[in-house]
Protein backbone atom coordinates (compact mmCIF):
# COMPACT_ATOMS: atom_id res chain seq x y z
CA UNK A 1 0.00 0.00 0.00
CA UNK A 2 1.13 3.55 -0.81
CA UNK A 3 -0.74 5.74 1.19
CA UNK A 4 -0.09 8.82 3.31
CA UNK A 5 1.80 7.50 6.44
CA UNK A 6 2.33 9.35 9.32
CA UNK A 7 4.56 8.75 12.29
CA UNK A 8 4.12 8.48 15.33
CA UNK A 9 0.68 7.72 15.70
CA UNK A 10 0.35 8.75 19.45
CA UNK A 11 2.85 11.03 21.43
CA UNK A 12 2.00 12.31 24.81
CA UNK A 13 4.49 14.90 26.18
CA UNK A 14 4.41 17.25 28.84
CA UNK A 15 3.68 20.37 28.74
CA UNK A 16 6.95 22.58 27.53
CA UNK A 17 8.13 20.21 25.46
CA UNK A 18 8.92 19.93 21.83
CA UNK A 19 7.23 17.46 19.77
CA UNK A 20 8.16 16.85 16.09
CA UNK A 21 5.47 14.86 13.61
CA UNK A 22 6.61 13.45 10.03
CA UNK A 23 4.28 12.79 7.41
CA UNK A 24 5.20 10.96 3.73
CA UNK A 25 2.95 11.57 1.17
CA UNK A 26 1.14 9.23 -1.93
CA UNK A 27 4.88 9.50 -3.78
CA UNK A 28 3.54 11.42 -6.91
CA UNK A 29 1.57 13.86 -5.12
CA UNK A 30 3.12 17.36 -5.33
CA UNK A 31 0.82 19.05 -2.62
CA UNK A 32 0.96 18.04 1.51
CA UNK A 33 -1.14 19.80 3.66
CA UNK A 34 -1.48 19.80 7.19
CA UNK A 35 -4.86 20.07 9.26
CA UNK A 36 -5.36 19.84 12.88
CA UNK A 37 -8.83 18.00 14.36
CA UNK A 38 -9.98 18.05 18.37
CA UNK A 39 -12.61 16.11 19.41
CA UNK A 40 -15.47 16.25 17.98
CA UNK A 41 -15.23 18.73 15.21
CA UNK A 42 -14.42 18.62 11.69
CA UNK A 43 -10.39 18.92 10.72
CA UNK A 44 -9.43 22.82 9.97
CA UNK A 45 -6.34 23.39 7.62
CA UNK A 46 -3.06 24.60 8.84
CA UNK A 47 -0.76 25.08 6.14
CA UNK A 48 0.58 23.21 2.47
CA UNK A 49 3.27 22.73 0.50
CA UNK A 50 3.61 22.37 -2.83
CA UNK A 51 6.98 21.21 -3.88
CA UNK A 52 9.23 22.37 -1.08
CA UNK A 53 7.57 26.01 -1.04
CA UNK A 54 5.57 26.55 2.17
CA UNK A 55 2.67 29.01 0.01
CA UNK A 56 0.03 29.17 2.88
CA UNK A 57 0.05 29.01 6.46
CA UNK A 58 -3.23 29.38 8.89
CA UNK A 59 -3.53 32.13 11.37
CA UNK A 60 -3.85 28.90 13.42
CA UNK A 61 -0.14 28.11 12.86
CA UNK A 62 1.28 30.00 15.86
CA UNK A 63 4.60 31.50 15.80
CA UNK A 64 5.39 27.72 17.90
CA UNK A 65 3.97 26.22 15.08
CA UNK A 66 7.24 25.23 12.17
CA UNK A 67 6.79 22.78 9.22
CA UNK A 68 9.07 21.80 6.92
CA UNK A 69 9.22 20.04 3.65
CA UNK A 70 12.40 19.66 2.44
CA UNK A 71 13.39 18.43 -1.37
CA UNK A 72 9.49 18.58 -1.61
CA UNK A 73 9.34 14.67 -0.36
CA UNK A 74 8.24 14.21 3.62
CA UNK A 75 7.12 16.81 5.79
CA UNK A 76 7.24 17.56 9.57
CA UNK A 77 5.53 19.56 11.72
CA UNK A 78 7.19 21.09 14.84
CA UNK A 79 5.48 22.29 18.11
CA UNK A 80 7.38 23.93 21.14
CA UNK A 81 7.25 24.47 24.27
CA UNK A 82 3.38 22.27 23.98
CA UNK A 83 0.50 23.69 25.62
CA UNK A 84 -2.64 21.48 26.84
CA UNK A 85 -4.52 23.09 24.18
CA UNK A 86 -1.75 21.71 21.39
CA UNK A 87 -3.76 18.53 22.38
CA UNK A 88 -5.42 17.36 18.91
CA UNK A 89 -5.66 15.19 16.05
CA UNK A 90 -2.87 15.85 13.74
CA UNK A 91 -3.62 15.07 10.17
CA UNK A 92 -1.67 15.15 6.81
CA UNK A 93 -3.13 14.80 3.28
CA UNK A 94 -1.53 14.74 -0.06
CA UNK A 95 -2.83 15.50 -3.40
CA UNK A 96 -1.68 16.16 -7.00
CA UNK A 97 -2.11 19.99 -7.58
CA UNK A 98 -5.74 20.98 -7.22
CA UNK A 99 -7.21 17.17 -7.12
CA UNK A 100 -8.36 15.17 -4.92
CA UNK A 101 -6.56 15.30 -1.04
CA UNK A 102 -5.94 11.61 0.63
CA UNK A 103 -5.25 11.35 4.27
CA UNK A 104 -2.81 9.59 6.24
CA UNK A 105 -3.74 8.37 9.95
CA UNK A 106 -3.21 10.88 11.91
CA UNK A 107 -0.74 11.62 15.19
CA UNK A 108 -2.76 11.98 18.28
CA UNK A 109 -1.02 14.14 20.58
CA UNK A 110 -1.72 14.45 24.16
CA UNK A 111 0.01 17.21 26.39
CA UNK A 112 -0.20 16.79 30.15
CA UNK B 1 -14.98 33.42 5.78
CA UNK B 2 -15.97 30.27 3.31
CA UNK B 3 -18.42 27.65 5.67
CA UNK B 4 -19.41 24.52 5.46
CA UNK B 5 -22.54 23.58 7.93
CA UNK B 6 -23.88 19.75 8.51
CA UNK B 7 -26.83 20.39 10.51
CA UNK B 8 -27.05 16.87 11.69
CA UNK B 9 -24.70 16.11 14.54
CA UNK B 10 -26.00 11.99 14.43
CA UNK B 11 -28.62 10.03 12.22
CA UNK B 12 -29.08 6.30 13.04
CA UNK B 13 -30.54 4.32 10.11
CA UNK B 14 -31.30 0.31 9.93
CA UNK B 15 -29.22 -2.04 8.28
CA UNK B 16 -29.90 -2.55 4.57
CA UNK B 17 -32.53 0.79 5.10
CA UNK B 18 -31.18 3.86 2.98
CA UNK B 19 -30.19 7.34 5.13
CA UNK B 20 -29.60 10.52 3.74
CA UNK B 21 -27.25 12.89 4.92
CA UNK B 22 -27.40 16.69 4.42
CA UNK B 23 -25.02 19.55 3.91
CA UNK B 24 -24.54 23.41 2.93
CA UNK B 25 -21.72 25.60 1.88
CA UNK B 26 -21.51 29.13 0.93
CA UNK B 27 -18.80 28.91 -1.46
CA UNK B 28 -19.58 31.49 -4.39
CA UNK B 29 -16.79 30.65 -6.86
CA UNK B 30 -17.53 29.63 -9.85
CA UNK B 31 -15.39 26.51 -9.66
CA UNK B 32 -14.82 24.12 -7.01
CA UNK B 33 -14.93 20.49 -5.53
CA UNK B 34 -17.13 18.62 -3.13
CA UNK B 35 -16.26 15.75 -1.16
CA UNK B 36 -18.00 13.36 1.55
CA UNK B 37 -15.35 11.85 3.86
CA UNK B 38 -15.88 8.82 6.42
CA UNK B 39 -13.86 8.90 9.17
CA UNK B 40 -14.41 5.55 11.43
CA UNK B 41 -13.32 4.97 15.15
CA UNK B 42 -9.47 4.61 13.77
CA UNK B 43 -9.85 8.17 12.45
CA UNK B 44 -8.59 7.70 9.10
CA UNK B 45 -9.85 10.30 7.14
CA UNK B 46 -11.34 8.02 3.74
CA UNK B 47 -12.72 8.98 0.72
CA UNK B 48 -16.34 8.33 -0.29
CA UNK B 49 -17.39 10.80 -3.48
CA UNK B 50 -16.56 13.59 -4.79
CA UNK B 51 -18.37 16.35 -6.81
CA UNK B 52 -17.14 18.97 -9.41
CA UNK B 53 -19.61 21.80 -8.97
CA UNK B 54 -19.14 22.29 -13.14
CA UNK B 55 -21.13 18.87 -13.62
CA UNK B 56 -24.73 18.67 -13.66
CA UNK B 57 -24.73 14.91 -13.13
CA UNK B 58 -24.59 13.76 -9.37
CA UNK B 59 -21.88 11.37 -8.32
CA UNK B 60 -22.47 7.96 -7.89
CA UNK B 61 -20.40 5.19 -6.09
CA UNK B 62 -21.37 2.06 -5.56
CA UNK B 63 -24.17 2.61 -2.74
CA UNK B 64 -22.88 6.49 -1.95
CA UNK B 65 -24.77 8.77 -4.41
CA UNK B 66 -25.23 12.87 -4.15
CA UNK B 67 -27.82 15.20 -4.33
CA UNK B 68 -25.76 18.08 -5.70
CA UNK B 69 -28.40 21.26 -6.21
CA UNK B 70 -25.87 24.38 -7.21
CA UNK B 71 -28.43 27.13 -6.45
CA UNK B 72 -29.45 26.49 -3.11
CA UNK B 73 -26.17 25.26 -2.09
CA UNK B 74 -26.92 21.70 -0.64
CA UNK B 75 -24.85 18.54 -1.29
CA UNK B 76 -26.47 15.98 0.64
CA UNK B 77 -25.22 12.26 1.07
CA UNK B 78 -27.74 9.01 0.29
CA UNK B 79 -26.12 5.96 1.51
CA UNK B 80 -28.30 3.10 0.58
CA UNK B 81 -28.54 -0.52 1.63
CA UNK B 82 -26.74 0.76 4.73
CA UNK B 83 -24.05 -1.92 6.40
CA UNK B 84 -22.68 -2.27 9.70
CA UNK B 85 -19.36 -0.71 8.10
CA UNK B 86 -20.80 2.20 7.27
CA UNK B 87 -21.18 3.33 10.83
CA UNK B 88 -18.40 6.51 11.02
CA UNK B 89 -18.40 10.34 11.37
CA UNK B 90 -18.94 11.79 7.81
CA UNK B 91 -17.50 15.31 7.32
CA UNK B 92 -18.53 17.53 4.28
CA UNK B 93 -16.03 19.40 2.68
CA UNK B 94 -15.43 22.18 -0.15
CA UNK B 95 -12.55 23.39 -1.69
CA UNK B 96 -11.87 25.81 -4.36
CA UNK B 97 -8.75 27.38 -6.36
CA UNK B 98 -8.95 30.80 -4.11
CA UNK B 99 -8.83 28.85 -0.72
CA UNK B 100 -6.38 26.15 -1.56
CA UNK B 101 -7.49 24.59 1.63
CA UNK B 102 -10.49 21.75 2.34
CA UNK B 103 -13.29 23.74 4.73
CA UNK B 104 -14.75 21.10 6.48
CA UNK B 105 -18.41 20.93 8.14
CA UNK B 106 -18.61 19.60 11.90
CA UNK B 107 -19.71 16.46 10.52
CA UNK B 108 -22.50 13.81 11.04
CA UNK B 109 -22.30 10.41 13.38
CA UNK B 110 -24.06 8.13 11.53
CA UNK B 111 -24.67 4.64 13.28
CA UNK B 112 -26.08 1.67 11.75
CA UNK B 113 -28.63 -0.57 14.12
CA UNK B 114 -28.44 -4.50 13.09
Known amino acids: DTGVSQDPRHKITKRGQNVTFRCDPISEHNRLYWYRQTLGQGPEFLTY????????KSRLLSDRFSAERPKGSFSTLEIQRTEQGDSAMYLC??????????FGPGTRLTVL | AQTVTQSQPEMSVQEAETVTLSCTYD???????LFWYKQPPSRQMILVIRQEAYKQQNATENRFSVNFQKAAKSFSLKISDSQLGDAAMYFCADYWGGAQKLVFGQGTRLTINP
Open chain 1, 49 to 56: FQNEAQLE
Open chain 2, 27 to 33: TSESDYY
Open chain 1, 93 to 102: ASSWITDTQY
